[in-house]
């Protein structure tokens, strides 16, 4: 008996589901923790909790969190006493192919620069290496990777040649082929749309991005990566042709085209209005700092008019991990606290937002009990601050985030090491 594709992923999502779904053995009363998280200023905006609270983790998964857990009942203490704790971090847009992309940093290397337990990484590889990240990259990393299918067959293997020049990189069925064989890692397809990566190509990538997540039939959907478009009115045709739930990334950039022109979302001030027009019907804006594409005078003008950020991410890589920006996540994080956003906003763009986005919403971004246990422990290091966009504007602020500690499926990055030790 034959079995539809659709019918197989249903299957394996329903088998994943029921193993992430914290089917474990009760605690009995002489049970103790594997790790509480103890004494730290909690911050969880998928559950409105916000206060002092001790976290108990069991068997990879949130067993409990209470006003007090007694110490003795656990087989290692981590002490959060004056840090705020919050979800694992969820960066929408990083760069975590290694060795495969030509601008990829090992995830595990940035946690203790991001505080991120999920990285997603942003169209590193096309249809004709996403088998190599997935066996040789995810299998080896501690932090829980999912990823964008660059429409382009070889993601940014070419890096710095763009991938687009020649739209016959762009391969449709090759790209839905690699979405649906990888649906449990793979969200959909990544398309860069600046004039230097497709050239005089116009909306045909995008048309075939889109039209690969579609023939994949996993309601995939597609980051649009902009940032020196063509023209005014290629922009406007790509918003408007974003789908509700497809990413805008780089939303807020402010690098010119090839001719040196501003082609982005605001024009003399004003946000286009299809820009308007697309974050109303529901695509999301995302942040992608990067090493060139954000700007404050862009996103003031958008936030003035209603398009303000659905997420926050770092578009960290070799390149933008580099400039004065200093894109890692808490740093991106706190560029937003600058701008006026209250912490618990800022903390949902990069937690619960990114996780609903991402289609798990239920057991990411969150510190419910049975989801799986990422935490990050983070400073709030409050006093003058400067900050600089990625085309020199300059903004003060009075208080910043810092990583102090990260904890992965229940694992400590570093102290208290756990025994026997074990990831996921």
Known sequence: MSLSRRAVLAGTASIAAFAAS??????????????????????????????????????????????DIPADRAQRVMSASGKLVTPGLIDL???????????????????????????????????????IFRRHIVAQTRTR?????????????????????????AQVDAAAKAIAENADIVLGTKVRMSENVVAKNGLEPL???????ERSGTNGKVMCHIGGVETVALMSQILDLLRPGDILTHAYSGAPNIGGQFTNIVQDGKL?????????????????????????????????EGAGPDT?????HVFSGNTPGMPYLTWVMSKFLGLGFPLEQVVAMATSAPAKIINRGDKLGTLKVGAPADVALLDVVEGPVSFVDTRNNTREGKVHLRPFATVAGGVPFGRPYMSPFATR
């Open 22 to 67: 914290g089917a474990n053995a009760a605690m009995g009363p002489n049970d103790k923790f594997d790790l509480i998280i103890k004494g730290g200023d909690v911050l969880d905006p998928s559950q409105n909790l916000r206060g002092k609270r001790d976290i108990g983790i069991r068997f990879g998964l949130i067993e409990a969190v209470e006003n």
């Open 93 to 131: 847009h990083s760069h975590v192919f290694p060795y495969g992309s030509a601008i990829g940093i090992p995830a595990d290397e940035l946690v203790a620069h991001q505080g991120t337990t999920t990285c997603v990484s942003a169209g590193d590889a096309g249809a004709n290496n996403i088998a």
């Open 145 to 169: 990777l999912l990823a964008f299918v660059h429409i382009a067959n070889f993601g940014l293997a070419s890096f710095p040649v763009p991938e687009l020049y020649n739209i016959d990189f």
């Open 207 to 213: 048309k075939r991005a889109i039209l690969a997540c």
């Open 272 to 304: 286009l209005p299809a820009a308007l027009a697309a974050k109303q019907r529901g695509v999301i804006f995302d942040v992608g700092h990067g090493g060139g594409s954000f700007d404050y005078t862009v996103c003031e003008a958008a936030m003035r």
């Open 312 to 316: 926050i991410s770092s578009d960290i």
